[in-house]
């Protein structure tokens, strides 16, 4: 009989695959034992059972059964062929539709003579295995991500063992380097990934970097001495999908000696980031928008009516022509936005100049105007927050939280529950938090608003003795420039305590 043999290693260690070795020698003594024509064996390494992805070579199985190719798939174990149930039966009857049967040395039996409800429990009892050894794994890795464990591979460091990473002094400047390009230079994450590919820098598994990638360096506070781990766990075994674990699930590690940069430009990282996002994403209709310093107004100009950036295009004649144009009207047309405005380069810049010039004509009428507008909106801020109630609404917050914790451990509602409740907790705590430092924020900026004010003439003044100007120098004044379908153009000036914080000090 012509057959074939599968087996399949779940890991690419060096014992798993020396297993292999001895599957392939056992199926070659098992057809010569019983007289078969082996026609090929299929094999599959460091791949796992409970999904048929990535299985390269028993899909080639598939296909080789399709034609004929053999008579019969001879497999060590039912593990061995699908750890899934549900793929484990899809493929045995496949395999019948071929006429050709599927025999499973260890238990004894083929699919051809043993009834499918038989061949059901074997798959089963595979899958539960597998969901086992998943949590088995699952509760180990916890136990380690609280004594610390390092991730196998991190850029900046060597791994000496399983809870001790030793900084790699090459990639260290790397990763210094983009800091000083973010903080100082104020570059975005996609133009820095740019430069190091420029320069020829690997990431740690030899790839060129992307935005992405630097955006980790960025965000990870392991380079600051402060490691976490524990962030992410696998939601289901079968499908392998990755979810977020709650940040106060987190496990946090002081490890100053792995510092690479220090806390607090690592700080100012996280501000600088989370003002670029507040920055780009300003509500409706500006939504989604993303940070970029390539051109001179990369996302900057907003449309009104799709609330998507403007880009640069380039008309050539005799003379180029630089001009800006709505996104979403130039590769959709009016079907998704009417908005067929063009703004040439050149003129807005010398309109902004000149607007700006005119604010400042008269500083102390431009003083008076500014700070009377800024303490009558933040007068009424401050009218809205009670700050009283505010608190009173905490201690309520938590007081129901307690209870609910004491209905739990009285048995009266499941665990279920109580996240579900915490949760929605935690999210007003949240709120109320976010109001008071808004407030607080609210107080000190009046306090000082005088300073703030100079400090907005001053970056005006840097601005108008430019002569050539930058996409940076532009977005230390400005929060985005607004047009509408019948071309009217609004500068909106960013936020007075805004001021210097998402741009480099020169």
């Known amino acids: 009989m012509r057959i074939a043999a599968y087996c399949r290693v779940s890991t690419e260690k060096e014992e798993q695959q020396d297993s292999l070795k001895h599957q392939k020698q056992f199926f070659e003594e098992y057809a010569q034992k019983?007289?078969?024509?082996?026609?090929?064996?299929?094999?599959?390494?460091?791949?796992?059972?409970?999904?048929?992805?990535?299985?390269?070579?028993?899909?080639?199985?598939?296909k080789d059964a399709k034609i004929g190719l053999f008579e019969m798939v001879v497999v060590k174990d039912v593990s061995r062929l699908a750890r899934n149930t549900v793929d484990f039966l899809q493929s045995i009857r496949t395999l019948k539709g071929c006429g050709v049967n599927t025999l499973f040395i260890t238990a004894n039996m083929d699919s051809l003579g043993e009834s499918e409800f038989v061949l059901t429990l074997f798959g089963a009892m595979a899958q539960e295995e597998s969901a086992n050894l998943s949590k088995r794994v699952k509760f180990g890795k916890k136990l380690n991500a609280q004594k610390g464990r390092v991730p196998q591979r991190i850029y900046g460091y060597d791994r000496i063992d399983n809870f001790t990473l030793a900084i790699n002094l090459s990639e260290a400047r790397v990763v210094r380097e983009i800091y000083r390009l973010y903080l100082e230079e104020g570059l975005g994450c996609r133009t820095i990934s740019l430069q190091l590919n420029a320069q020829g820098v690997k990431t740690k598994f030899d790839c060129e970097w992307n935005p992405r990638g630097v955006r980790r360096i960025l965000t990870n506070s392991i380079y600051c001495g402060r490691y976490v781990n524990n962030k992410y766990e696998i939601e289901d075994y079968l499908t392998g999908k990755q979810v977020h674990i709650p940040e106060e699930q987190h496990y946090h590690h002081d490890r100053p000696e792995w510092a690479i940069v220090t806390p607090e430009e690592f700080d100012t990282a996280q501000k600088l980031m989370n003002s670029r996002r507040k920055q780009y994403d300003s509500g409706p209709p500006f939504m989604d928008a993303r940070f970029s310093t390539k051109h001179l107004f990369s996302t900057l100009i907003k449309c009104e009516h799709c609330g998507q950036s403007f880009y640069q295009k380039h008309y050539t004649y005799v003379n180029t022509r630089v001009y800006w144009k709505c996104r979403t009207n130039d590769q959709f047309t009016a079907v998704r936005c009417d908005n067929t405005v063009t703004i040439n380069e050149p003129e807005l810049l010398e309109e902004i100049r000149a607007y700006f010039a005119s604010l400042i004509?008269?500083?102390?009428?431009?003083?008076?105007?500014?700070?009377?507008?800024?303490h009558k909106s933040h007068e009424q801020a401050a009218k809205k927050v009670d700050t009283g109630a505010i608190e009173q609404k905490r201690k309520k917050l938590?007081?129901?939280?307690?209870?609910?914790?004491?209905?739990?451990?009285?048995?009266?509602?499941?665990m279920a529950e109580l996240k579900l409740k915490t949760d929605a907790i935690a999210e007003e705590l949240q709120e109320i938090d976010c109001d008071i430092k808004r407030y607080e924020q609210s107080l000190a900026a009046q306090k000082d608003s005088e300073?703030?004010?100079?400090?907005?003439?001053?970056?005006?003044?840097?601005?108008?003795?430019?002569?050539?100007?930058?996409?940076?120098?532009?977005?230390?004044?400005?929060?985005?420039?607004?047009?509408?379908?019948?071309?009217?153009?609004?500068?909106?000036?960013?936020?007075?305590?805004?001021?210097?914080?998402?741009?480099?000090?020169?």
């Open 451 to 506: 300073n703030i004010i100079k400090t907005y003439i001053r970056e005006i003044e840097r601005f108008l003795s430019l002569e050539t100007v930058t996409n940076l120098d532009l977005r230390r004044i400005l929060d985005h420039i607004s047009v509408n379908k019948s071309g009217v153009v609004t500068v909106i000036l960013k936020n007075l305590e805004d001021i210097g914080t998402s741009a480099p000090t020169y």
């Open 361 to 374: 004509s008269d500083k102390q009428h431009f003083i008076e105007s500014v700070l009377s507008d800024f």
């Open 34 to 62: 019983y007289g078969h024509t082996l026609v090929r064996l299929y094999a599959d390494e460091g791949i796992s059972g409970t999904s048929l992805k990535k299985r390269d070579e028993f899909v080639r199985l598939i």
């Open 398 to 414: 938590l007081a129901k939280k307690e209870r609910y914790q004491e209905m739990y451990a009285n048995d009266v509602i499941t």
